[in-house]
């Protein structure tokens, strides 16, 4: 099964995909790292958007799409732009993507139960896609359970 981490900042989605097949994880070569929505948020820069993410999800046969759910309120609240993109990847049709949300607070305490496998500065993944690889990680253990 592919799963297809995300973690949303700001205007961008940061993807990272991962296989897990017969117990072993792998992760595709793709050179997508990141989709980023125009900077002016109108509805065709969004049609975009979701056309490029449904682009990489066929490409690469992704079967479920895991998203780090950010906070509403607080400090540490998700920005507008965000839920946009959110939304976007939700409202996906066309395509048989089961989308979930997933607290931190279940990433953390899955993590806790089923550490990485693999440290992830050997992944060969860029450092800011860390947490997109855990939430795809976190994603296929969820599954599993």
């Known amino acids: 099964m592919v799963i297809c981490g995300v973690e949303l900042t700001g205007n961008d989605a940061v993807v990272c995909l991962l296989i897990l097949d017969r117990g072993q994880f792998s992760l595709p070569e793709s050179k997508v790292r990141k989709l980023s929505l125009n900077r002016n948020y109108t509805r065709e820069d969004l049609k975009q958007f979701q056309s490029d993410f449904v ?3 066929a490409e690469y046969g992704v079967s479920r799409v895991v998203i780090k ?3 509403q309120k607080g ?7 965000s ?3 959110e939304a976007a990847i939700q409202l996906i049709s ?5 989308v979930t949300l997933l607290p931190p607070a279940l990433i953390k305490s899955t993590l806790a139960a089923n550490p990485l496998p693999v440290p992830f500065a050997e992944t ?3 450092a800011f ?3 997109a690889f855990t939430v795809a990680y976190v994603g296929h253990m969820r599954a599993a359970a």
């Open 75 to 81: 400090k540490f609240a998700g920005g507008a732009v």
């Open 124 to 126: 060969g993944l860029k």
């Open 94 to 98: 066309g395509l048989d993507l089961e």
């Open 69 to 71: 759910e950010r906070m």
């Open 83 to 85: 839920f946009k993109l």
């Open 55 to 57: 682009g990489l999800a």
């Open 129 to 131: 896609q860390e947490t």
